[in-house]
């Protein structure tokens, strides 16, 4: 019995293919070429970045403009830590904030372990996983993704895109004109481990919170299809 398996699997393969070897079904294979993608407009992208940021236990405010936006961290720092210190990287979106009209002091540089709180702009959000992309180099030093406890990230709506794949384009289109950032971080949610004896810890190898700052107009009814709701100024 124990001979009889390729023999089984021969005769079947016969039947299906017709004894053609595995070079013409793999070039049969090719000639049928993929599916193709419907692309999603800018409210199903919405709707699906929206929806995996909540199942990936990212919490998530909306800004319709950039003083909104630093408002919104604003009250989000004091809320937490009774004041309103930040760490951000040199990037240049980032130092064209108006930190000083919404109150937030921040410091420009690498966190460090005494940093509760860095903010970062994202490259690009991926509806597909609720991801944001995050470039790392000389202005986006890496500690600013890991180290302190609560991450801010802002994506402005123009750079939400519907897949991975779209993403890297994007990327290798920024590569081919600016050259290769030193590090390319897709971050999903805050971070959290079941390694250690079974139990979900957060915080174990990155933020305890991810928190993304929407830049763009949101309708308000997907904000409550996807449970998360608006919260004034």
């Not at 023999?7 to 293919?17: D, G, H, N, S």
């Not at 709707?47 to 009250?75: C, Q």
């Not at 460090?112 to 903010?119: F, H, K, L, R, Y």
Request: charged residues 25%; hydrophobic residues 40%.
């Amino acid at each position: 019995m124990a001979d009889s398996g390729p023999i089984i699997l021969e005769a079947v393969k016969r039947r299906q293919y017709g004894g053609d070897d595995a070079d013409s079904i793999t070039e049969d294979l090719a000639a049928l070429g993929r599916a193709p993608v419907r692309p999603l407009d800018e409210d199903e992208m919405l709707e699906h970045f929206f929806t995996r940021l909540k199942t990936n236990k990212v919490d998530l405010e909306v800004a319709a403009s950039k003083p909104e936006a630093v408002k919104r961290i604003a009250r989000f720092i004091y809320a937490e830590y009774n004041g309103y210190r930040a760490v951000a990287g040199n990037d240049r979106r980032l130092a064209a904030l108006p930190w000083r009209d919404g109150g937030v002091l921040v410091r420009f540089g690498a966190a460090s372990p005494e940093d509760a709180v860095s903010i970062s702009y994202a490259r690009f959000g991926i509806a597909e996983t609720g991801s944001v992309v995050l470039y790392c180099n000389r202005d986006n030093p890496a500690s600013n993704n890991w180290l302190t406890r609560d991450h801010i990230v802002i994506l402005e709506s123009r750079d939400l895109v519907a897949s991975l794949e779209d993403a890297w384009t994007g990327i290798r289109a920024d590569s081919n004109a600016q050259g290769l950032p030193r590090g390319v971080t897709l971050v999903s949610g805050p971070s959290s481990t079941g390694d250690i004896v079974g139990h979900l810890v957060k915080g174990a190898h990155g933020p305890l919170r991810l928190r993304v700052i929407y830049l763009g107009h949101v309708p308000e009814d997907l904000l409550v299809r996807t449970g998360f709701e608006s919260l004034p100024l």
